[in-house]
């Protein structure tokens, strides 16, 4: 899902993706939880993020927040999962692969 | 756990559970029950705000047992587990609220700094005192764990670790690591008078919470018994130290004294 995407690595924030497969499930929309995830996520990180998976969230945090830009979210945040592809470190452009949507975040001993 | 050994001192967790060995996790009722059993009382332990779904993390997250118990609480979360069959049986009984990742918590966690709203552990922390792998320092990987840790809790929140220490050694490293890394906090153990009940939480806090900590009460304990045996311990110490004819001072009220 998207949160792994947007948390970045120790060093090199944020996360590059490219997505081979995607799967939307529905969740339930609990807009309490939504609200507080806000102060959590990097939102130019998410945006990006977001577009690469064909959704369009507004550049900035509308100061109104509305039902429909939580649903939004929620949609960007819990509904769609890369089921394959690839996350990229912006800054040694080192590769983690998602497969079956599980992300594989292991280094190698001289990456530790 | 087929046979009496402890699973740590089989294999490296990512051989040791297998596809067989992950396969056990899903269908046998036993496993099943002590698994959500031990997830249940952790929650329990870092004792969420009432009625708000929190962001939690779910270190050594399995076939996702723990995080059928998060789920069920109506909280989110993210799992880490270094075996790739117990994540694909994760994946397949399938995850609702939750997101899985392959990944070596010794390796720290590569998330955004103050991401969570608590951390729980079941039966994994016990693997980090572990040697898997030549290049593999326990003491810096257990530093490096509980410095990321500390940095994707949000201030003033708990991580619960369920684990099966092999001597009080490794539990005193593990909570030395801990407090190195500014955690605050100490043991929970229920049923400290059982073999077989008995079961190890640590219980970290990231930062001090709104009104200062409390370390939660053990089940199967109760106060009085404690310093009871904590005396009698102190007893036996002072008259170990007599028979060694070592020069003690004496206990207050006493005949020498």
């Not at chain 1, 490219?18 to 990180?45: C, R, S, Y």
């Not at chain 2, 009104?211 to 110490?237: C, H, N």
Request: aromatic content about 8%; some cysteine.
């Amino acid at each position: 899902m998207l949160q792994s995407n947007v948390k970045g690595v120790t060093q090199g924030f944020p996360l590059g993706l490219e997505v081979t497969e995607t799967e939307v499930t529905e969740h339930e929309f609990n807009p309490e939880f939504i609200q507080k995830m806000i102060p959590k996520l990097d939102w130019h990180a998410l945006v990006t993020t977001a577009k690469v998976l064909e959704i369009t969230l507004p550049e900035e945090i509308p100061d109104e927040q509305d039902e429909e830009f939580l649903r939004n979210l929620k949609v960007a945040l819990l509904d769609v999962e890369v089921k394959e592809g690839t996350l990229i470190c912006p800054e040694s452009g080192r590769r983690f692969p998602i497969i079956n949507g599980i992300p594989n975040m292991l280094l190698t001993e001289d990456e530790v | 756990m087929a046979s009496n050994k402890r699973p740590e001192l089989q294999a490296p967790p990512e051989i040791f559970y297998n596809d067989v060995e992950a396969r056990k996790y899903a269908t046998s009722s036993r496993m099943i029950e002590i698994q959500s059993q031990m997830s249940f009382r952790a929650l329990e332990l870092l004792n969420l705000p009432e009625g708000e779904s929190a962001y939690l993390l779910d270190i050594g997250c399995g076939s996702g047992l723990s995080g059928d118990v998060l789920e069920e609480r109506g909280h989110v979360w993210v799992g880490i587990d270094i075996s790739e069959a117990m994540l694909m049986v994760s994946a397949e009984r399938g995850v609702q609220n939750g997101d899985i990742m392959l990944g070596d918590m010794g390796q720290g966690l590569p998330f955004r700094p103050g991401t969570f709203d608590g951390a729980i552990s079941v039966s994994a922390l016990q693997w980090l005192c572990n040697q898997d792998k030549t290049s593999h320092n326990p003491i810096r990987r257990m530093r490096h764990f509980f410095q990321q840790l500390y940095n994707v809790l949000r201030r003033g929140t708990k991580a619960v670790f369920q684990f099966y220490p092999s001597c009080p050694q490794q539990v005193s490293l593990l909570t030395e690591a801990a407090m190195r890394c500014g955690f605050s906090g100490g043991m929970v153990i229920d049923y400290p008078n059982s073999t077989k009940a008995k079961k190890c939480y640590l219980v970290l806090f990231a930062g001090t919470p709104p009104g200062g900590f409390q370390l939660p009460k053990a089940m199967g304990t109760d106060e009085p018994q404690t310093s009871v045996k904590y005396e009698r311990i102190k007893a036996r110490g002072r008259a170990r130290d007599r028979r060694n004819g070592k020069n003690v001072k004496a206990a207050p009220k006493s005949r020498e004294w």
